[in-house]
């Protein structure tokens, strides 16, 4: 062992790099412990701190056989391979992967713009392709099949059940019972925008009606009502054509 003029500690080395070098030929180990049982509020632990702040811990808690990565001010816990940050918690407990962001969202895969082709998936069940627990998946822009969809299904179904695409189109395939919107009777209206109606289309929940044109205030007491011009060649306001 040597402490050179500086009071750096070298272990194995004449040359220590650092305030404590450790080197030999084999296996080093660093050895934080116990000599006998942790028990009631004993723990090992690594400290780092700035004058009388402590900023960060490495930690055993012996409470839950706890092993804990603690950083005790308000910054991220970053995560590297290759020399490069590829996940992060932020200081609102927030995780980003590969890279930083400024995103809010709680998880978000941060790839480069024009490279987004990886997709996010959340299983409830098993692996994300064996269709066990229902599942969610966010494709980024540039993915091979599915740029910029979301998709949902549940469990113990092989495909997606509902699909939103890039383009804002909504697919829905539940089986043999086909497509269905607001079931088990819950009062939610359903209404379909064109570039010059509010109420092109509109189902009232309450109403038990359907809607098509016009204003809400206007319905009357069929099943079906329509308002504007002529839906075909000889009909009249009000009346489907014929």
């Known amino acids: 062992m040597r402490i050179d003029s500086s009071g750096n500690v070298g272990i194995g080395t004449s040359s220590p790099a650092g305030v404590?070098?450790?080197?030999?030929?084999t296996t080093q180990q660093v050895i934080i412990g116990n000599s006998g049982t942790y028990t009631g509020s004993e723990y090992g632990e690594l400290l780092f701190k700035e004058q009388s702040t402590e900023l960060a811990r490495v930690k055993w808690n012996p409470s839950g056989n706890t092993f804990q990565l603690i950083n005790n001010i308000a910054g991220p816990m970053t995560?590297?391979?290759?020399?490069?940050e590829a996940m992060r918690i932020d200081?609102?407990?927030?995780i980003v992967l590969a890279g930083v962001t400024s995103n809010t969202s709680v998880i978000s895969l941060n790839t480069s713009d024009g490279s987004d082709s990886k997709q996010l998936s959340l299983a409830g069940g098993g692996a994300d392709s064996d269709g066990r627990g229902a599942r969610a998946r966010l494709y980024g822009n540039e993915h091979?099949?599915?740029g910029g969809d979301i998709d949902i299904s549940t469990g113990n179904v092989s495909g997606a059940q509902m699909d939103l695409t890039a383009t804002g189109v909504i697919n829905i395939n539940s089986g043999a019972g086909g497509g269905i919107i607001n079931e088990a009777g819950a009062d939610r209206d359903f209404r379909?925008?064109?570039?010059?109606?509010a109420n092109m289309f509109l189902i009232d929940a309450n109403e038990n009606k359907a809607f098509?044109?016009?204003s809400v205030s206007s319905y009357d007491a069929n099943r079906l009502n329509i308002r504007g011009p002529s839906v075909v060649p000889g009909g009249t306001n009000g009346n489907l054509g014929h």
């Open 20 to 25: 404590l070098d450790i080197r030999n030929g």
């Open 79 to 84: 995560f590297a391979t290759n020399d490069s």
């Open 91 to 94: 200081s609102s407990g927030n």
């Open 144 to 146: 091979a099949s599915k």
């Open 192 to 197: 379909i925008e064109s570039d010059g109606e």
């Open 212 to 214: 098509i044109g016009g």
